[in-house]
């Protein structure tokens, strides 16, 4: 092999490898910090490889790769009316802050449920979900912990909500409550109750500090009485001394000094006596104030309590107002349901009469179009026909009409007359046959006139005029 072909081979080498290295570089992804790498196709007994951070090298043909962004994704929830464990609507609008977690389990169902969504689409997932089970966490929680414990209240949500999301693969990240009401004022009688035992509680301990402030007063109203007596009865005492030195150098001040001595002791016994009464006064004082603040204490236990008393009685009468409403409401609907029940029942029924006389008056026509028919368009024949077939029920109708007719008894009287008409029995008998209609006069009477097989009525023959006299 000579030179050239040889220094061709090597850069044929190093052409393949270059090519390699720049092919090998192009499948090669890095997955940077605010997403998530999902290598797809073959990648083992998993449906999807995540990456979070770093990079893989991607085969071309059996695997290939998107992005899921990390970026955090806020949902306003205006959540309205709903229920909680006392039967009092309440108002919880929140906002909640979720994204795709970066826990590998949870990459791996985010992979597979949200790959390919528009961020639009993931909200409006994670919307429902957060809707459901926030109205579930109400439900479940009394006003009282829902308003006043905040923590556990989030703690409560984020139990609830965040299991759910895991599974379409977000995570929770914040929870911001802005404001709780409702609408039967339950939230402000909460908050008036509140104030009013504060208010309660600051009077006490004004009270206990004026009480405090009292007792100190007295104390050293007390002691400065006692140090003013020491004081007088020290000064009294040098007197009483300088008196008994003064008797001795003058002896003829014996008696003066005697006096000053009684008027030292009637003085000390006068500070005594006043000392005594201030203390008394000062007890007096003290006794008052404790006894002040004791009333005090217990006008503040009785307005709390009575305030107590007021915010639940209007629970009480909001929450049996509401359940009267409810089963007002409730009956109403009954009625309503009931009446229209009962409107379509009657309605049903008459249709069916309807269409049943309609059938059947179309059943007449038919027939009787079909036997004018018959009688080619000779509707008095047909009418003859008809009548035909109704003169059985007649005479039946006349039979019955003297069946049950019952005579107990008829006498008859008569006389033999020569009259050629027959005697009076057999015109009794004849009388009683003609009181039934004869059949060609009910037919008459219908506008129908009989065939001539049925017989005719034979006119009565006119009796002989007498020849005149």
Same mark, same amino acid.
Not at 23 to 42: E, M, N, Q
Not at 76 to 90: C, D, H, T, V
Not at 205 to 224: F, H, L, T, W, Y
């Given at each position: 092999?000579?030179?050239?072909?040889?220094?061709?081979?090597?850069?044929?080498?190093?052409?393949?490898?270059?090519? +390699?290295i720049?092919?090998?570089?192009?499948?090669y992804?890095?997955?940077?910090s605010?997403?998530?790498?999902v290598v797809?196709?073959?990648?083992?007994?998993?449906?999807?490889?995540?990456?979070?951070?770093g990079?893989?090298?991607?085969?071309?043909?059996?695997?290939d790769?998107?992005?899921?962004?990390?970026?955090?994704?806020?949902?306003?929830?205006?959540?309205?009316?709903?229920?909680?464990l006392?039967?009092?609507?309440?108002?919880?609008?929140?906002t909640f +802050?979720?994204?795709?977690?970066?826990?590998?389990?949870i990459?791996?169902n985010?992979a597979?449920?949200?790959?390919?969504?528009?961020?639009?689409?993931i909200?409006?997932?994670?919307?429902?979900?957060?809707?459901?089970?926030?109205?579930?966490?109400?439900?479940?929680?009394?006003?009282?912990?829902?308003?006043?414990?905040?923590e556990?209240?989030?703690?409560?949500?984020?139990?609830?909500?965040?299991?759910?999301?895991?599974?379409?693969?977000?995570?929770l990240?914040?929870?911001n409550i802005?404001d709780? +009401?409702?609408?039967?004022?339950?939230?402000?009688?909460?908050?008036?109750?509140?104030?009013?035992?504060?208010?309660?509680?600051?009077?006490?301990?004004?009270?206990v500090?004026?009480?405090?402030?009292?007792?100190?007063?007295?104390?050293?109203?007390?002691?400065?009485?006692?140090?003013?007596?020491?004081?007088?009865?020290?000064?009294?005492?040098?007197?009483?001394?300088?008196?008994?030195?003064?008797?001795?150098?003058?002896?003829?001040?014996?008696a003066?000094?005697i006096?000053?001595?009684?008027?030292?002791?009637?003085d000390?016994?006068?500070y005594q006596?006043?000392?005594?009464?201030?203390?008394?006064a000062?007890e007096?004082?003290?006794?008052?104030?404790?006894?002040m603040?004791?009333?005090?204490i217990?006008?503040?236990q009785?307005k709390?309590?009575q305030?107590?008393?007021t915010?639940?009685?209007?629970?009480?009468?909001?929450?049996?107002?509401?359940?009267?409403?409810?089963?007002?409401e409730?009956?109403?609907?009954?009625?309503?349901?009931?009446?229209?029940?009962?409107?379509d029942?009657v309605?049903?029924k008459?249709?069916?009469?309807?269409?049943?006389?309609?059938?059947?008056?179309?059943?007449?026509?038919?027939?009787?179009?079909s036997?004018?028919?018959?009688?080619?368009?000779?509707?008095?024949?047909?009418?003859?026909?008809?009548?035909?077939e109704?003169i059985e029920?007649?005479?039946?109708?006349?039979?019955?009409?003297?069946?049950n007719?019952?005579?107990?008894?008829?006498?008859?009287?008569?006389?033999g007359?020569?009259?050629?008409t027959?005697?009076?029995?057999?015109?009794?008998?004849?009388?009683?046959?003609?009181?039934i209609?004869?059949?060609h006069?009910?037919?008459?009477?219908?506008?129908v006139?009989?065939?001539?097989?049925?017989?005719?009525?034979?006119?009565?023959?006119?009796?002989?005029?007498?020849?005149?006299?």
């Amino acid at each position: 092999m000579t030179f050239n072909a040889w220094v061709l081979l090597v850069l044929a080498f190093v052409a393949l490898v270059v090519s +390699t290295i720049v092919f090998l570089a192009s499948r090669y992804k890095r997955c940077p910090s605010d997403a998530i790498l999902v290598v797809y196709g073959k990648v083992g007994e998993q449906t999807a490889h995540c990456i979070h951070g770093g990079g893989i090298l991607v085969w071309p043909l059996i695997q290939d790769c998107a992005f899921l962004s990390l970026t955090p994704m806020t949902i306003g929830i205006p959540l309205q009316n709903a229920l909680s464990l006392q039967n009092i609507r309440i108002n919880v609008p929140s906002t909640f +802050t979720v994204g795709i977690s970066t826990d590998p389990s949870i990459m791996t169902n985010a992979a597979e449920r949200l790959l390919g969504l528009k961020p639009v689409s993931i909200e409006d997932m994670a919307r429902e979900i957060i809707f459901g089970q926030l109205r579930l966490t109400v439900a479940s929680l009394t006003i009282e912990q829902i308003n006043q414990d905040r923590e556990s209240f989030l703690t409560a949500i984020r139990r609830n909500v965040e299991p759910e999301l895991n599974k379409i693969g977000l995570y929770l990240i914040n929870v911001n409550i802005t404001d709780i +009401t409702d609408a039967s004022g339950y939230i402000d009688a909460l908050g008036k109750k509140a104030a009013a035992e504060a208010i309660n509680q600051a009077m006490i301990d004004v009270a206990v500090q004026e009480k405090s402030g009292a007792i100190g007063q007295s104390e050293a109203n007390k002691e400065r009485d006692v140090r003013v007596a020491e004081n007088a009865a020290a000064a009294d005492k040098g007197k009483k001394h300088a008196d008994a030195d003064r008797r001795i150098y003058v002896q003829g001040q014996e008696a003066e000094a005697i006096g000053g001595e009684n008027k030292a002791k009637a003085d000390i016994a006068a500070y005594q006596a006043e000392l005594a009464v201030k203390e008394a006064a000062a007890e007096q004082r003290g006794e008052v104030a404790k006894r002040m603040a004791v009333v005090e204490i217990q006008k503040a236990q009785y307005k709390a309590e009575q305030e107590r008393l007021t915010a639940e009685e209007v629970v009480v009468q909001e929450i049996n107002k509401r359940k009267i409403e409810i089963d007002a409401e409730a009956e109403a609907e009954r009625i309503r349901r009931v009446a229209k029940g009962e409107a379509d029942a009657v309605l049903v029924k008459y249709q069916a009469e309807a269409e049943g006389m309609r059938k059947l008056l179309e059943g007449k026509a038919a027939g009787y179009t079909s036997l004018v028919k018959s009688c080619s368009g000779d509707t008095r024949s047909a009418a003859t026909l008809l009548m035909i077939e109704k003169i059985e029920n007649i005479v039946s109708q006349q039979v019955e009409a003297i069946r049950n007719l019952k005579i107990d008894k008829i006498t008859v009287w008569d006389g033999g007359g020569s009259d050629k008409t027959g005697s009076s029995t057999a015109q009794f008998a004849s009388n009683l046959i003609k009181s039934i209609p004869p059949l060609h006069e009910v037919a008459k009477m219908a506008g129908v006139e009989l065939p001539d097989y049925l017989g005719s009525m034979k006119d009565p023959v006119a009796k002989p005029e007498k020849p005149a006299g």
